[in-house]
């Protein structure tokens, strides 16, 4: 068994490398840029919003406490009529991508610390570079990408971009096999 001591530079060396991945993406590819649209009417959205000076958090429209409420006829009008969506609010601000950064750093090393916990469970000093790559790529891919499809499903999120986000973690869960593969103990 290799202990996870020994696992310290992949963890670290691959979150690294998804930061990387990750800001090239963004930054050079630019294919998620078409991944939010503005709405048609935006200032009076933005208007209508900060009259009710909601704070920052998670908020959906219509909002119904109780399902069994879904059954009466003026709420399923408001279904009707829409708008039905989800919606995030910030706290009101410049944008600072530092903060944003930092925990998409600790995130990719929080996966890149599990992953190691459970290849370190399951694999020995002197494993073959593909069977550390098949085993790391999969259990990352399952980290980076399992959690955008229940927002497909469950709150809207459209399955284009959805999509597109599964595929950034096949991206990461290939970059972090890659350097545990590399640097797997002998």
Partial sequence: MVSLGALWLPI????VFVFIVSSLIHMVLKYHNSDYRPLPN??????AIRSGNPPPGQYVTP???DM???EKPEVKQKYVEGPVGVLYLRRPGA????????QWFGFSLLVSFFVAYIAC?????????LTVFQLVGATA????AAGQVPAAIWMGKPWRVAGKEVFDGLVYGLVTAGTFGWLWPG
């Fill in 63 to 65: 909002y119904v406490m």
């Fill in 121 to 129: 469970h399951a694999l020995g000093p002197g494993t073959p570079y």
């Fill in 68 to 70: 069994k409420d879904r």
């Fill in 42 to 47: 935006e200032d009076a959205v933005r208007a």
């Fill in 95 to 102: 944008v600072n991508m530092g903060p944003y950064l930092a």
């Fill in 12 to 15: 670290l060396l691959s979150a």
């Fill in 141 to 144: 891919f399952l980290a980076y």
